[in-house]
């Protein structure tokens, strides 16, 4: 069996393959006894580099490796009564994504081959959840998270790439954050390439479905900063994707007073008035705290914005900005009486027959507050 496999699977000691494979702190791979008969020995170096181990060493347990191996060297419970017979689709791809994804894990895996793998995971995992899951229940996501470090932007770029094809999954969210991705897509958001920087943003709202990740995102030092910045510095797609994110992460009710404490409101007015809706949805969350409709009230320019979006939106854009006006006019003397003089009035009353529900009760709610009877 140990000569049709993998030349990684086997020890470099005992040159069989590894039932209980252990990484060295050389960061080379052994199998346990073999190492540990070697350690027992009086042994302080590793066994492949010569150089020297503490008087302690540690051995850390791969688990990636180790369910690798077994997945190839399980057999079957029962003969394939014809082996001749075309390979099952499904078992062709499960073995294809191991090979790739040993050869990602593998510490002697050229920088070629590596990308190679990082595009053929991507690619199997863009539409197929069991891959996806394959790379988060064998530890694979150590090695991507190692190609997200890299300095080389096609490295970094593919693997930012598959990380969030596996953030897809629901049942990785939770594990991703507590494998520590956030704090890795921060930093390619802050200094990776512009394409990195928008899948990054991208990652974080795939991550922010589930409830516990908006608040840990929220919390995490520099997440919401970081996103702001992008507002203000990027261009194009990223800054869609970084308002998008945001919009994620503010649904969670802790959230929009940090964003506004960022400095949120006057860069979402600002984009919001050059026309990227999403901005205004952001604004219809932040509006919901004292300390955004405080902000907004102070912001110039923030009617017009709100206004323009009201008479030229799309239906989604058009029901986030009435229910920030109405916000804003029952929060403020002042708003109301620039509303109205803004025309917003005449406005909300043209849309008490529309057929969007949503428009229809936000436009006479923002009627009732101009009228003085909200």
């Not at 350690?39 to 150089?51: A, E, M, N, V």
Request: proline fraction near 5%.
């Amino acid at each position: 069996m140990a000569t049709h496999l993998p030349d990684d699977f086997k020890c470099p000691i005992s040159l069989e393959i590894m039932s209980d494979p252990v990484i060295l702190s050389s960061g080379h791979t052994f199998d346990r006894s073999s190492i540990q008969r070697w350690l027992d020995s009086g042994h302080r170096t590793c066994p492949i580099t010569k150089l020297p181990l503490p008087e302690h060493p540690c051995l850390i347990p791969n688990h990636a490796l180790r369910s690798l191996i077994s997945s190839f060297t399980i057999p079957k419970s029962q003969p394939d009564p014809n082996p001749f017979r075309d390979p099952d689709p499904d078992q062709s791809k499960k073995y294809q994504t191991q090979l790739l994804i040993h050869n990602l894990v593998s510490p002697s895996s050229t920088l070629e081959s590596k990308l190679h793998s990082l595009s053929q995971l991507t690619r199997l995992t863009k539409m197929d959840s069991a891959p996806r899951r394959q790379l988060a229940e064998c530890g694979a996501v150590s090695a991507v998270l190692n190609c997200v470090n890299s300095t080389e932007a096609e490295i970094q770029e593919k693997a930012m790439a598959l990380l969030l094809n596996i953030s897809l999954d629901d049942d990785n969210k939770v594990g991703l954050v507590a494998e520590g991705v956030i704090s890795r897509v921060i930093n390619v958001i802050r200094d990776g390439s512009s394409s990195s920087r928008a899948i990054g943003c991208t990652i974080l709202t795939s991550l922010a479905v589930v409830e516990v990740n908006k608040a840990t995102i929220g919390a995490y030092p520099n997440a919401i900063k970081t996103l702001i910045w992008v507002l203000y510095s990027g261009k194009g797609r990223e800054v869609r994707e970084a308002a998008t994110a945001l919009y994620a992460i503010c649904s969670f009710v802790d959230n929009r007073k940090r964003a506004v404490e960022c400095g949120a409101v006057p860069i979402l007015m600002k984009i919001g008035g050059m026309g990227l809706e999403r901005a205004v949805e952001v604004l219809s969350l932040l509006v919901k705290c004292k300390e955004g409709r405080e902000a907004m009230r102070k912001a110039n320019g923030c009617l017009e914005v709100l206004v323009k979006v009201v008479r030229n939106g799309s239906e989604r854009g058009v029901q986030c900005a009435l229910f920030t006006l109405n916000s804003l006019c029952c929060f403020a003397e002042e708003m109301r009486v620039e509303a109205e003089k803004e025309g917003v009035l005449e406005i909300c009353v043209g849309f008490l027959d529309e057929e969007n529900e949503k428009i229809r009760r936000h436009a006479s709610s923002l009627v009732q507050t101009l009228s003085g009877r909200g």
